[in-house]
């Protein structure tokens, strides 16, 4: 119950198409979901966020949709770059006060030019 | 404005030794978190610290500790380290406890 489940593991795209990246979750108490983006050797960065009354959210070139029935909530990157070349982590805020990220396994993408 | 900042950047120790790793959160952030990166893993949570008190504590042994201090930088101490305790160690801060956090660059501990 406090796993956050991402698929894929890894992928490719080309320049200019928009990769998807999927995360599950079963606990309910889960109340605040951010995606970071780690490269080799950096610590993850904060790319966008959503709570669960919120069913999209658009930040620039980043969105997550968001269905709170399904559990489900997922990334999608408009107009990839190469330097979007890095690995992906969903997470999700457990416990309210506390602040403890749960994260998924992270998705390694790579967009060739 | 400086982000997260933490250190050393690397280490190397042996088994059976001590580490303290340090971390200092972003200016005006009270709540400091600790996480523990596995090669190709997602982070694990080890600790959370906010006002100086502990509020949550992951699956991790006792011979993880952690404490805050009244300017909110925090030190994170493995004792007896194991193989297995070789990792990116990651401090990550936000004003409030449930709020954004923001992740330092991390500590990479190698135990030989």
């Known amino acids: 119950q406090q796993q956050v489940k991402q698929s894929p593991q890894s992928l490719i795209v080309q320049k200019g198409g928009i990769p998807i990246i999927n995360c599950a979750y079963e606990n309910t108490a889960f109340d605040y979901f951010p995606w970071y983006q780690q490269f080799p050797g950096k610590g993850p960065a904060l790319l966008i966020a959503?709570?669960?009354?919120?069913s999209e959210k658009k930040e620039g070139r980043f969105t997550i949709s968001f269905n709170k029935s399904a559990k489900q909530f997922s990334l999608h990157i408009m107009d990839s770059q190469p330097g979007d070349s890095a690995t992906y982590f969903c997470?999700?805020?457990?416990?309210?006060?506390?602040?403890?990220?749960?994260f998924g396994k992270g998705t390694k993408l790579s967009v060739k030019p | 404005d400086a982000g997260v900042t933490q250190s050393p950047t690397h280490l190397i120790k042996t088994r059976g030794q001590h580490v303290t790793l340090r971390c200092s959160p972003i200016?005006?952030?009270?709540?400091v978190s600790w996480y523990q990166q596995v090669l190709g893993q997602g982070p694990q949570f080890i600790f959370q610290?906010?006002?100086?008190?502990?509020?949550g504590r992951g699956n991790f042994p006792d011979r993880f500790s952690a404490r805050q201090f009244p300017n909110y930088s925090s030190e994170l101490n493995v004792n007896a380290l194991l193989l297995g305790d070789s990792a990116l160690y990651l401090c990550?801060?936000?004003?409030?406890?449930?709020?954004?956090?923001?992740f330092g660059p991390g500590t990479r501990l190698t135990v030989t």
């Open positions: 200016s005006g952030h009270k709540s």
């Open positions: 990550a801060s936000s004003f409030g406890p449930p709020g954004e956090q923001y």
């Open positions: 610290y906010y006002e100086k008190e502990e509020r």
């Open positions: 959503i709570r669960p009354d919120v």
């Open positions: 997470a999700a805020n457990y416990g309210g006060s506390q602040g403890n990220l749960i």
